[in-house]
Structure formats: C-alpha cells, structure tokens
C-alpha cells in the first residue's frame, strides 16, 4: 500500500493569511495553496480541511527524492519546532505553485481566445444578416 503524506503550512502574506497544502505520494509532490483571509483559529483550520480537502486543487506532481531514515523522537519534536518557527514555504512547494499556475495561465488564455473567436463569429453572422435582410427588400 502507498503512503500520501499531506502537510499543511500556514503564514501571513502581507495582507492575509495562506495555507499551502503539501501532497507527497509515490516520491511526487504536488502543492495546493488557499487563501484563509483573517488568521483562522485550529478549529476553523480542522474543519476547511475535513469539509474542502476532496476539493481542493493540487498542481501537476513534481517529482522529488524521500528520505528514509529513522528519526528519534527528540529530534522529530525539535525539527517540528524548527518548522513552526519559519517562514514561507518550501522551494519545490514554490516550483510546484508556479507550475500550477502556468498550467492555469493557459487554460484561461484559451478560454479567452475561444470566447473571444465566438463573439467575433457570432458579430460576423449579425453582419451578414443584416446585410441579407437590406437585400430581401427591393
């Protein structure tokens, strides 16, 4: 059976506060970002993740190297109070994030062009309408 390890880092970004999940399965990470507004309190932060995870948006897996060590109790507790005492996120949750959204980038680009291509179609087909109806006159 796989392990997913799915980590949750939370920050104020100048001028709200940012939750960005980290999604490590099968030596990929894949990294969402949420925007939590005012600081959100443990319980408000259990709840979005037990009513939001399933819907939550994750970037195209990258892949990355898994360390597997045995770590002693003393120092997972110190490493884990090294962690709440940083800033920011991770480099491949940043690369993982940028890659999101160029991913979306483009996505959008082509809706808009699609969008964009119809209405010039849709003015195209009024034209020539409009120019069959000043015909059907005479």
Same mark, same amino acid.
């Given at each position: ?52 995870y399933t819907n939550l948006k994750f970037s195209p897996a990258i892949k /990355? ?33 940028q890659l999101q959204r160029e991913e979306m980038k483009t996505v959008r680009?082509? /809706? ?27």
């Open positions: 059976m796989d392990k997913a390890n799915v980590k949750l880092t939370v920050y104020f970004e100048e001028p709200f506060w940012i939750g960005v999940f980290e999604r490590l399965a099968e030596e990929k990470l894949s990294v969402c970002k949420v925007t939590f507004g005012v600081e959100p309190k443990d319980y408000e932060v259990y709840d979005f993740i037990t009513k939001n /990355t190297e898994i360390k597997q060590t045995a770590i002693n109790p003393k120092r997972r507790l110190r490493e884990a109070k090294k962690q709440t005492q940083n800033v920011g996120i991770g480099t491949k949750s940043q690369q993982a994030l680009k082509q /809706t808009s062009r699609e969008q964009r291509e119809a209405e010039k179609q849709r003015q195209f087909d009024l034209k020539q309408q409009k120019r069959k109806e000043k015909h059907k006159g005479h």
